[in-house]
């Protein structure tokens, strides 16, 4: 593999390149990646995604769901250039994969559809490419199937876009059927063949007209950035061929415009034209490294795409070579300081990753077994720890289940496993609560904690069981009493004695708990206060409706001792029944937790998004366009936390499968009637089982 990077003399990028495949669920991503592979002979030929024979999506879990759940990798050279070619999920729940991607790319290929159902999933992609400062370009699959004009497709897809979608292509149409393509820099006419590449006709005399109106509109959206351009558009001068190319590829790579091919994945169609656009008109390692702020040097510098915890052969994670040169065994260094060194350099391939020597700047290869490389993570060779160059962000968790081991064996195993995969896949949180005693795995949804589960025990060999995660209920009261604890036994020897009176009254919501004292007289010692203490704090832990207390004050205002029989265990106790005694006479009522959540989504789907919040017992605040996000609002409602569950699942189908939201603690409120005395009874349940 040449060592040269940089851009050749006619400005196309030279050396290896890295391209990401990004697009809404089901658009064919993996099946152009098929295609691709095909065509630039890296496979003899085509896999299919349903028949599970595809390069891309052959894990298992991916299989098994029929769907991509994880990047998949594969190399091929095209007209002489090598390129890593970065397929990512299109399902939201796995949207997050793209995020550590677009850090290494030169360029992504977003694939999607004419079909306007799958726009708010396509600006959903097209944000996160234009945060990220990703060149893009589309290809609009299955053109073959499409049943509507493309400009009223584009019309359709601009919404979600923030940069002018500029068509390079348009449709050859014969009986209602695609057939074929116009160039409209090139002016040439192709006729599609099944799974080879396009013939050139001329262009067909009743295309004429349409092919020379987009035309003209192409070449006004690239003289909207060149003046000479927009003189000659205007003087009627026909602009030189090589000026239009040089237009089309300064303007995509500054992020300009975003140049549009069709074509079909499944057949073959299109893929050439693409191959040649990326081969002429991406950027390359260079334009990459500027954005990331990466200086050339000596050092070797790579950033991680994916870490994958692999059963058999340990830990491998796939980075690109943003600077230096990577050998075997060579020493890395993470932002924090973690060494590690490389145990195995690959080159990945279409299949099974092949040991190689060295990987050359702009190379994408797997290194095997180095500790700190986490995805998303930035390591050198260099002495000194690199900084990290695109930290992640992961979205919030949407959807939480507790987990446990089958078998109590695997406590330890399970927490290490779990450790892995959250290291794997950062928008997997792993929590331990110590209030609850549960281990809960929160996520992007439901099918995201469905191939975690399956991955714990294809990967790792652990076997749980899963529930909801407790809801923590807490009780108060509504008034005040004052009690007389007492504890006296004799059995021989010393006795046990301790006397108390406390009085206990409400504190305001959010007080939390205070304890004083006003004896007088030495009824009670000082040096007994603390164990009293200890006593009323203990029996908070359960109150009268069995549920932890909060927003309490107790006092204490009396008692009396014994000089032998008196101790500080006698006075704990003594504290703790005259609070059982005196909790039920307080009025307790139940509390549940409120949180505050703010709902994401397309406007057209707002009043779908109030029914679901009131349907959950929820209160709506309001609503608001999302800022920057032309079409979607922010809805903003308190919704109990035992209302929460599956709430994820019943927003994405009310949105379109785009919706999401994030959610925090706000208060706590009472409830009372039915929907009470049900938790009541159901924690007096669980407590006569324990």
């Not at 987009?214 to 006004?220: G, K, N, Q, V």
């Not at 928008?427 to 714990?456: C, F, P, W, Y």
């Amino acid at each position: 593999m040449s060592g040269h990077t940089g851009t050749s003399a006619n400005g196309r990028a030279v050396g290896p390149r890295c391209v990401a495949i990004v697009g809404p669920h089901g658009s064919g991503k993996t099946t152009l990646l098929e295609a691709i592979l095909e065509r630039t002979g890296a496979i003899p030929k085509a896999g299919n995604v349903a028949a599970g024979t595809s390069v891309g999506d052959r894990s298992k879990e991916a299989r098994a769901h029929g769907m991509g759940v994880d990047l998949n990798s594969a190399d091929a050279e095209f007209l002489g250039d090598r390129y890593t070619f970065l397929d990512c999920p299109g399902f939201v729940e796995f949207a997050f994969e793209m995020q550590p991607v677009l850090a290494v790319a030169d360029v992504a290929v977003v694939v999607c559809e004419a079909d306007e159902k799958k726009i708010p999933a396509l600006q959903l992609v097209l944000r996160q490419l234009e945060a990220a400062g990703v060149p893009h370009v589309l290809f609009i699959n299955k053109i073959d199937k499409a049943d509507a004009t493309l400009r009223d497709t584009l019309k359709l897809m601009q919404s979600a876009s923030t940069t002018p979608l500029v068509l390079r292509q348009i449709p050859i149409w014969k009986d209602g059927i695609t057939v074929g393509t116009i160039e409209l820099a090139l002016e040439r006419a192709l006729v599609y063949r099944e799974h080879a590449e396009s013939q050139e006709v001329p262009i067909p005399s009743d295309h004429q007209a349409d092919e020379l109106a987009a035309r003209y509109d192409m070449l006004e959206r690239l003289a909207d950035y060149d003046d000479e351009l927009m003189e000659e558009l205007l003087s009627d001068v026909a602009p030189d061929r090589s000026q239009i190319f040089e237009d089309l590829r300064k303007e995509m790579r500054s992020g300009l415009i975003t140049p549009v091919f069709i074509g079909s994945a499944e057949r073959g169609n299109g893929i050439t034209r693409l191959l040649k656009a990326l081969r002429h008109d991406a950027a390359g390692i260079e334009e990459t490294r500027t954005r990331l702020g990466v200086a050339a040097g000596a050092d070797a510098i790579v950033q991680v795409a994916k870490t994958v915890q692999t059963s058999h052969a340990g830990k491998l994670s796939i980075v690109r070579v943003l600077a230096g040169k990577l050998t075997d065994g060579l020493a890395l260094t993470a932002a924090d300081g973690t060494l590690g060194r490389i145990s195995g350099l690959y080159a990945l391939g279409t299949g099974t990753p092949t040991k190689m020597s060295e990987a050359v700047v702009g190379a994408v290869v797997g290194i095997g077994k180095v500790d700190p490389a986490e995805t998303g993570s930035t390591l050198t060779s260099g002495k000194a720890p690199p900084k990290a160059l695109a930290p992640l962000v992961p979205p919030p968790p949407v959807i939480s289940m507790v987990v446990a081991p089958k078998e109590a064996k695997d406590d330890v195993k399970l927490s290490t496993a779990l450790s892995r995969l959250a290291e794997e896949d950062p928008s997997l949180v792993v929590i331990q609560d110590a209030d609850t005693a549960e281990t809960r795995i929160e996520g992007q949804g439901e099918m995201h904690l469905r191939v975690q589960l399956e991955r714990l025990q294809s990967r790792f060999g652990v076997a749980v069981v899963t529930r909801d995660p407790i809801i923590p209920y807490r009780e108060t009261i509504k008034t005040s009493t004052t009690v007389r604890g007492r504890h006296k036994k004799q059995s021989g020897g010393h006795g046990q004695f301790g006397d108390c009176v406390l009085t206990i009254e409400p504190q305001g919501r959010g007080k939390g708990f205070a304890f004083a004292e006003v004896v007088t007289g030495g009824a009670v010692p000082k040096n007994f206060f603390p164990a009293i203490e200890e006593g009323v704090v203990d029996s908070l832990k359960r109150g009268a409706l069995g549920f932890p207390l909060v927003d309490v004050k107790v006092t204490l205002s009396d008692g009396s001792f014994h000089p032998v029989d008196s101790s500080d265990m006698a006075f704990k106790m003594a504290a703790g029944i005259g609070m059982r005694e005196g909790l039920p006479q307080c009025s307790p009522v139940l509390l549940e937790p409120i949180l505050k959540v703010k709902f994401y989504g397309p406007s057209e789907f707002t009043a779908r998004v109030n029914q679901i919040v009131t349907g959950r017992r929820g209160q709506l605040l309001g609503f608001d366009g999302r800022e920057g996000w032309q079409g979607w609002d922010v809805t903003e409602a308190l919704i109990p936390q035992a209302e929460m569950g599956m709430l994820i699942v019943d927003l994405r189908s009310a949105t379109a499968g785009v919706g999401t939201f994030e959610a925090a603690f706000d208060h706590l409120q009472e409830i009372t009637g039915p929907v009470a005395q049900k938790v009541v009874e159901k924690r007096k349940g669980e407590l006569a089982a324990a």
